[in-house]
T-cell receptor
Framework: KQEVTQIPAALSVPEGENLVLNCSFTDSAIYNLQWFRQDPGKGLTSLLLIQSSQREQTSGRLNASLDKSSGRSTLYIAASQPGDSATYLCAVKGGSEKLVFGKGTKLTVNP | NAGVTQTPKFQVLKTGQSMTLQCAQDMNHNSMYWYRQDPGMGLRLIYYSASEGTTDKGEVPNGYNVSRLNKREFSLRLESAAPSQTSVYFC??????????????FGEGSRLTVL
């Protein structure tokens, strides 16, 4: 059974800092891995999706990497801003329709 | 550009009442999902539908029923609501196969309280 873990559960950083959020998964037979952002009281917004054949994806200040052999993905946020404050979730899709989510990292960027 | 639309956004029920959460997507996706999100538990899959006319149980299906009415719509029904079903419910859709990436798109959520 696939398990997805995100550490730390919460992170607080000063504005302008570069930071890395971690996601680990137990079964390396994945179809894709997706990073989401969730603001309080809102739905999930897709940030980046990495297919199993890819190593990384970039969008603006965000870069996500995937290492299937070690069961890890990282989300790198450059030059963090207060507007980046949110909960970040990673989710892994295996061979079935089911997507398995981590419990998220709550990020606070302080002005 | 609506994406995934859920109704209602908020609902308060008494124990034993029934209700249906509606979900519609305009992206022509084959796959649709219902999740619930609870503090400390993360997102858990209730039911999913890989295509029109098919539905399958997820991780926590007990107490729920679903209907894939057509390709656009996927509803979630609580026949006899219980306080344990107090949660935020999310509908999502995606497309797999061919050139599709399998990216998952979510609705804004439906916040249900059962008293």
């Amino acid at each position: 059974k696939q398990e997805v873990t995100q550490i730390p559960a919460a992170l607080s950083v000063p504005e302008g800092e570069n930071l890395v959020l971690n996601c680990s998964f137990t079964d390396s037979a994945i179809y894709n891995l997706q990073w989401f952002r969730q603001d309080p009281g809102k739905g999930l917004t897709s940030l980046l999706l990495i297919q199993s054949s890819q190593r990384e994806q970039t969008s603006g200040r965000l870069n996500a990497s995937l290492d299937k052999s070690s069961g890890r993905s990282t989300l790198y946020i450059a030059a963090s801003q207060p507007g980046d404050s949110a909960t970040y979730l990673c989710a892994v899709k295996g061979g079935s329709e089911k997507l398995v989510f981590g419990k998220g990292t709550k990020l606070t960027v302080n002005p | 550009n609506a994406g995934v639309t859920q109704t209602p956004k908020f609902q308060v029920l008494k124990t034993g009442q029934s209700m249906t959460l509606q979900c519609a997507q305009d992206m022509n996706h084959n796959s649709m999902y219902w999740y619930r999100q609870d503090p400390g538990m993360g997102l858990r899959l209730i039911y999913y539908s890989a295509s029109e006319g098919t539905t399958d149980k997820g991780e926590v299906p007990n107490g729920y029923n679903v209907s894939r009415l057509n390709k656009r719509e996927f509803s979630l029904r609580l026949e006899s609501a219980a306080p344990s079903q107090t949660s935020v419910y999310f509908c999502a859709s995606s497309e797999l196969g061919g050139m599709s990436t399998g990216e998952l798109f979510f609705g804004e959520g439906s916040r249900l309280t059962v008293l």
